[in-house]
């Protein structure tokens, strides 16, 4: 089976009608505006969210809106008071985003790149995650923090990281990494609706991708992966873009005979373990493919579970496919090695299947 | 100041019920085995007080880990306070948060906070729910010598000014970062200086004299309210205790400079400055003391029947809605 | 066989000549002081290091000399200049203990808890991680962050973490976890020493632990975990103060008949798999405690790891005793049951006996 | 000013040679595919020379995203930087950290920076060590107008104030942060203004005129010499184009302003400012223009003819001695 974007989105449940191609970065786009729409309390905040546009009256014509024109067009449509350019001040806005959604709005705040998370983590997770339970629930924090992961761009270690492991591990936190523009638009609701702080991952290397997304607003669940192709061989998870090199691989490895079934994630905080395992229960074999570094990470922890909890059925070493432990390089002759490959996913699970 | 007699009697019932809150609960959770984080106010009084006495039940404060002032002075009732110092269910928090975390949402209360700055923000972010949602609040942080260099402040500072927000930026200059002293760690005399560099009103008052506090606090709170913006109070006082119970502070400070500060007690320099007025007693004064005691007895006692939380109640809050099940899942434990 | 300390030390290769028993907190000071008296381009520098001895001259009599009394004396020794208090500024004074130590100095600095390491991460992420890497190899940095972790103390969620696991994380860094007076001395030397950054975490559970110390300088190899106690059943992986709540649960399984091997990590980066993984081809089992949280932590990587790595020898799942994914509680009544413990240690180690 | 001709011409050549680089380095970046995080800093040259020129070879710098300038101006050799742009082995960091971490140890540049203001504590580390070890150095710290209102440059500054290190804070203020003007951005007229919050001097100059910006970084680097501490300087310059090669300026900046800026171009203020004075002459300054240009396209055949690394290079330089095997354990690799 080939895995076309039409498919995907029909996997997950696709509405019929009102349907039309987009890109990743219009169904964000999309989704922001309609939950603005939807909910006044709503209110989005950045470096350069309005960009340009924030001072149409000084003249300025067109405008960023957000550094990949993920909001463009929110101020005009909004106003200033809805949609906040910031300075250069993480720890302060994205604190206040959190103080602004435990006291009645509903904010949205962007970091970014994840690569930058150090500047103001401890907002994240001393407040945002903790206030929660330390205050014994008497507060919510319907907060959603916007931020971008990816390598293959030729930008370095400083701009090339995908760190949700590290916000996976702080209790209080959900994570989502949507894969295609469907799920971009329905995480993405999802997030901004959900009562508790959702740190929600763009991969830069997805926006162009164009997929079916309904015009609707629609939301997904937050904790639930889906399988965007089944087999019965063995079982990749994928992350965020690292699901589409499964199933590229997936499908080459059809060619030789190997049925992989390929889970795309979706959420990394909470995970759905019970996904995984079902499949794992089916296929005997496992391979995470994370394109993050690989201690402590989102793989150690699927491969650690699904040993754990299926123990008994696996027929294979829980593998890894990942990032090596070291930061990311730049030149393209090294950073294409670097990050997760279809070859990478071929071989292992070639090595995996005839161990 | 145009306080009225009955105002002017609260600020003194705040504060006698502040200073016994410390001296009986603090030792009290002590005995109780749960003083490894708590930090007494006594000597900071008039701080909260006068600051707080400017607030609506609607405002917003957020605090420090020294924050037991702060939360009487925005209406936290002690006993439940007292509750949560021990750790029990009926504290407002469930016992989940303790001395460094007292919260109090429908206080306006954001919490007492473990972390020196962190909760500035917060107080910023419930400014900017007031000014997008037009509901005319306005936010306090509260933050200490020590916390004015940490980073936060200043990006919070600048942020609320670009914004506009109706927040006040309430420096309790005690003097110390634990046995640091702010004349070693601070490279500015007045902490109120900066405000300079963020384009808003910055003033030094005296910490000690709750008039002097209350009527910067109040200036301050209208600009705010009219939308003029952020603004800058230090409050030059004192801590008369260890930064915890575990230090002796005179390894790092001097018997002269205790002296003199203790000679400045608010609740002395209240009485001095109100009691020749003639309009208010030393009897009243003494029997709002008498009060405050008396609440605190009770408010130990109501603690220790308290019950203590579940065990298993760990599991709850962590999510608004989510399964304890799944939080505990493969990690073999007991409860 | 019971573990003392002695024989803790014994087992590490302890020195015959010279040796004390003497606290943590007291071998971690004199540690400090040696590597100060043997390189005079170590210096120190945080919060409360000096405290009110900074101030002599001010007719201050004694001093904190820092938080827990680990760096008490220093500043009498070595004077302002390497033994350096510093505002409440994380950031900076992290950061220029970075620059320090890539511009020819061997900077120590204390985060005084791990807890707050969300204001000042950036510094240890992207500048002293991943300065050598991105420089092409122009620059070592021989930084040491020391900090504390641990629970147990009711002093609630943002003053009892744990999180080791988040450094391990990241490539370039190491970290260890010292469980005793004789570990926390020779790993301080050898983080000290070491050309790489290294976190150095104390637990503040283990500062008034008595154990034999040799007086003089040694240092312990970064990187290599040990065992405490061998057994043939099943092993058990203890990190910091957990290492000891393996030992007596293994005391009192060995009652039952059952014979626990106890190692201890000792480094969270490097992690020593090839001891782990020798002690299970030995055991066929695995529980690793730790008192962090479950996701993405210590446990899910060595889990994974062993699952991968010996998955033939393997005769149970290999599991986990951890904290659960939740903030730490402040109310003793809910806080002890949070923390991993002895009983909780045998049950587990029972049902994976009895699979 | 009392400098000499050849140091008059130096700066001139500095800051031609960092022109031509942008000019020519950053559309040969990006014709080979690597222009994702390249940032020209044309328009911005005397801010960089007339700072380094005060400094030794010893010295130190912090740079920013914006970093050839400094490079360049601290001594970093442009055919070097040319080949780690283009991603090759010879680049002085081997091809692992392209335009955002160019370093030159050797030169006390302590690298380009992607993360805005994170330099700026690695500079005061610089000084501190100079400090400790009696070095008689200084390190400078650039920054953006940006970086300004990042909470690290509040802790840096009070930090270096306190210990007096020998350390320059130089805002490159070139109006804008991506698109963000620094009007809006910035609480304060001038970031000079802020200085006087940490106890040092702070002085607002026309970061377009090398002689001006020499000057002030003259004095300053004169204090921090003797021991007199840290001092803040704010040059107002303009950068020429976008933000990186991926967006319009005229999206959020209008021509006019820009035409405005461009009269002001460095290097034409500079011929300006010298050739009246009859000394130098125009010829001169043509061919020293003509000369960077020429090294330009050297550096492009430099770079070009370099060796990629090779792609198990990836695993080097991660720690200071330590097996490839270990950093790809169990991740599949294919190298
Ligand atoms: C970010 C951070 N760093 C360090 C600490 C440890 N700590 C707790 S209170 C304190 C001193 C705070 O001083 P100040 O802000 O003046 O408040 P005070 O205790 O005097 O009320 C320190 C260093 C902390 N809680 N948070
Ligand atoms: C902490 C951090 N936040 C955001 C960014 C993204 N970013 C890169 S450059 C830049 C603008 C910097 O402005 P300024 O400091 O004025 O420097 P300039 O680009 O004008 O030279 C931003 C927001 C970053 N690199 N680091
Ligand atoms: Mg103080
Ligand atoms: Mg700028």
Known sequence: MTITNQTAGQLAGMHATGTREIQVR????????????????????????????????????????????TTVGLIQQFGKERVLDTPLSEAAFIGAAIGAS????????????????????????????????????????????????????????????????????FPGLKGVVPSDAYTAKGLLAAAIRDDDPVVYFEHKGLYGSVGPVPEEPYVLPLGKARTVREGTDITLVGISKMTWVCTAAAEELAKEGISCEVIDLLSVSPIDYDHINESVLKTHRLVVVDEDTPICSMASEICSRVAEEVFDYLDAPPSRVTA?????????????????????????VRNLMNR | MELDRESILKLFKTMATIRHFEERGIPETGQRGMSASVHSSAGQEAVATGVCANLTNEDYIGSTHRGHGHCIAKGV???????????????????KGGSMHISDMSKGMLGTNGVVGASIPLAVGAALTSKVKKLGRVAVAFFGDGASNQGVLHESMNLASVWKLPVIFCCENNGYAMSTPSEYALSTAHVADRAQGYDMPGITVDGMDVFAVYDAAAQAVARARAGDGPSLIECQTYRFYGHTVFDNPLTYRSKEEEDHWRARDPLKLFREAVLPQGDITAAELDQIEADAEALMEEAVKFADESPLPEPVELYDDVYVNYPRELLKRGVNMAV
């Not at chain 1, 786009?29 to 603005?36: A, F, I, K, S, V």
């Open chain 1, 26 to 69: 219009e169904a964000i786009n999309e989704c922001l505006r309609q939950e603005m729409e939807l909910d006044e309390n709503v209110i989005i905040m950045g470096e350069e969210i309005a960009g340009g546009a924030g001072r149409q009256d000084q003249g300025v014509e067109d405008a960023w809106g957000g550094p990949f024109r």
């Open chain 1, 324 to 348: 090596p432990h070291t930061p990311v390089p730049y030149s393209r002759a090294m950073e294409n090695e670097y990050m997760p490959n279809e070859s990478r996913v071929k071989t292992t």
């Open chain 1, 102 to 169: 435990s006291t009645g709005l509903r904010a949205v705040a962007e970091l970014m790149f994840v690569d930058f998370i150090g500047v103001c983590m401890d907002q994240l997770v001393n407040n945002a995650a903790k206030m929660r339970y330390m205050f014994g629930g008497q507060v919510k924090v319907p907060f959603t923090m916007m931020t971008r992961i990816g390598a293959g761009f030729g930008a370095a270690a400083q701009h090339s990281e995908s760190y949700y492991s590290i916000f996976s591990h």
């Open chain 2, 77 to 95: 009732d002690p006993k439940l306070m007292m509750a949560e110092l021990f750790g029990r269910a009926t504290g407002p928090n469930k016992g």
